[in-house]
Nanobody, 127 residues
Framework: QVQLVESGGGLVQAGGSLRLSCAVS????????MGWFRQAPGKEREFVGA????????DFTDSVKGRFTISRDNAKNTVYLQMNSLKPEDTALYYC????????????????????WGQGTQVTVSS
């Protein structure tokens, strides 16, 4: 298996920015689409965004489009989530996840399509 470790979370005021990192180790030669999910207290874990293996395609949930971007550095086995114009409703525990085989892009929203998960990093946005 692979191991994923998120970092970069913290407390930020509304309108501010954070960049989350997800470092992958272990069986790094079997890394395809990577995604970001988030979970707020009392809510289900929801899809935030994803990026293809080569980084040539990204997609996001509607609530973060235009504010969040995803990039990856395959030489460092790291994926990034840049979050700008943060809102209090962005407050959640953010997880990165990886697909270890080539799968349909149309299922990137589904938690069940990912094979390994990080432990999460907390993002708190104050009013």
């Amino acid at each position: 298996q692979v191991q994923l470790v998120e970092s970069g979370g913290g407390l930020v005021q509304a309108g501010g920015s954070l960049r989350l990192s997800c470092a992958v180790s272990g069986r790094t030669f079997s890394i395809y689409t990577m995604g970001w999910f988030r979970q707020a207290p009392g809510k289900e874990r929801e899809f935030v965004g994803a990026i293809t293996r080569s980084g040539d395609r990204t997609d996001f949930t509607d609530s973060v489009k235009g504010r969040f971007t995803i990039s990856r550095d395959n030489a460092k086995n790291t994926v990034y989530l840049q979050m700008n114009s943060l809102k209090p409703e962005d407050t959640a525990l953010y997880y990165c996840a990886v697909q270890r085989t080539a799968r349909s892009w149309y299922n990137i929203w589904s938690r069940n399509e990912y094979d390994a998960w990080g432990q999460g990093t907390q993002v708190t946005v104050s009013s």
